[in-house]
């Protein structure tokens, strides 16, 4: 990363993709309404980091948002709640997904 200013540095470090925490994407059943880069149901991971990349602290809301659920950010289709797609998850886990749709 030679050449790079510090916060050319800090985002290619932080849009660097980081392998998919598979068993959280299947125990929170995200596939069933997002894919990695076309939108489905819901928009994809792709869009979602597009979209969120460069807002400041968007990562704590979509944390938060992926924990509780909530109302529809594209579209009509609403975050289930959790005990619709797999049950509760902790900050940590909420925390492990949003990084890595992030990288997206």
Known sequence: MAG?????AAYAQQTKR???PTELI?????????TSDSPFLA??????????????????M???KLRLGGRAH????????PPE???PLSPED???LIQWVMTQ
Do not use: N
């Open 85 to 87: 797609r797999g049950g």
């Open 4 to 8: 790079l200013t510090a916060s050319g």
């Open 94 to 96: 909420a925390h492990t």
């Open 18 to 20: 980081m392998a998919e």
């Open 74 to 81: 594209w579209g009509d289709t609403p975050m289930p709640l």
């Open 43 to 60: 928009p994809s991971f792709h869009q979602i980091a597009e979209r969120y990349r460069k807002v400041p602290d968007a990562t704590v």
């Open 26 to 34: 299947d125990q929170q059943h995200c596939m069933f309404c997002h």
């Open 62 to 64: 979509l944390e938060q």
